[in-house]
């Protein structure tokens, strides 16, 4: 099921971040994917945004690989497609 307006509307405001690094990656994701999140993708950011910046910046940059509770299909799919720009 695709995410409704409101709900990406959330998420895109609920992404802003401390690091402007981090920023720049979710602005460009947003802006290229925003149209195509599912539900699930909508949930996969959000596990995603729970982490500190420090641990997000490291996922992005591949510094690290989702571990626990974030290896999952759809955390690894976000990932991908965020690290793809």
């Known amino acids: 099921m695709m ?5 990406l ?6 992404a ?5 690094e981090n920023d ?4 460009r994701f947003f802006n290229r994917f925003i149209d195509t999140l599912s539900m699930e993708d909508v949930f996969s950011i959000d596990q ?4 500190s910046d420090n641990d997000l910046l490291d996922l992005f940059l591949k ?6 509770a974030l290896d ?14």
């Open 16 to 20: 802003r971040r401390g690091l402007l």
């Open 63 to 68: 510094r690290k690989e989702p571990q626990g």
């Open 24 to 27: 720049l990656f979710l602005e």
């Open 72 to 85: 999952n299909p759809g955390v690894l799919k976000v990932l991908q497609m965020m690290r793809q720009l």
């Open 3 to 7: 995410a409704d307006a409101q709900t």
């Open 48 to 51: 995603l945004l729970d982490l």
């Open 9 to 14: 509307s959330r998420l895109r405001w609920s």
